[in-house]
């Protein structure tokens, strides 16, 4: 079962593999870019798929998804780096955008999270937590594309939304 945790106005939802099998197989390929890489933030659009992994209710306007599995593979203070850009993603408004502005301003919402990110934590650690995350997501887009991972990483720190974030954290 998924545990819950509450903090300053957010729901925080760990979630465990057997979690993942409830959502579904075609939620769990969408995870490649979300879940895999351990958290997500849903909005009230989106609640209805994960408030039944949870017998509590959600009573906050926004919920952090946590894939328990990824606690183990970033460690505890990447783990917290990542967690601040999802928060900053909140209190930045990027989850009151429609879908179309969500879209036309990913990089800029991306940057942003990791300026709030980085404000916390620095710029050399939060540029370490997303090399972290362009490793921990290599071998799992290399697999879905049928690719190296060499060739994933390159193309992540080369010519990608992760490329740009990067640069900006030097
Ligand atoms: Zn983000």
Request: glycine share 0%.
């Given at each position: 079962m998924a545990k819950v945790e509450i903090k300053d106005d957010i729901t925080y939802l760990t979630i465990y593999r057997s979690d993942f099998e409830r959502i579904g197989e075609g939620q769990f390929y969408s995870g490649a870019m979300h879940q895999c890489a351990g958290f997500a933030v849903i909005d009230k659009r989106r609640f209805k798929q994960y408030q039944q992994l949870t017998d509590q209710k959600f009573t906050t306007e926004f919920v952090i998804v946590i894939y328990d599995e990824m606690r183990v593979v970033y460690g505890d203070k990447v783990l917290d780096i990542i967690l601040s850009h999802e928060v900053g993603h909140i209190k930045l408004g990027h989850?009151?955008?429609?879908d179309e502005e969500a879209i036309a301003n990913k990089t800029k919402i991306e940057?942003?999270?990791?300026?709030?990110?980085?404000k916390i934590h620095g710029k050399k650690a939060?540029?370490?937590a997303l090399m972290k995350t362009v490793k921990v997501l290599a071998p799992i887009f290399a697999k879905y594309e049928k690719t190296t991972i060499k060739a994933v990483l390159e193309e992540l720190t080369t010519d990608s939304i992760f490329a740009h974030r990067l640069e900006a954290l030097v």
């Open positions: 989850l009151r955008m429609t940057l942003e999270a990791d300026d709030y990110a980085a939060v540029h370490r």
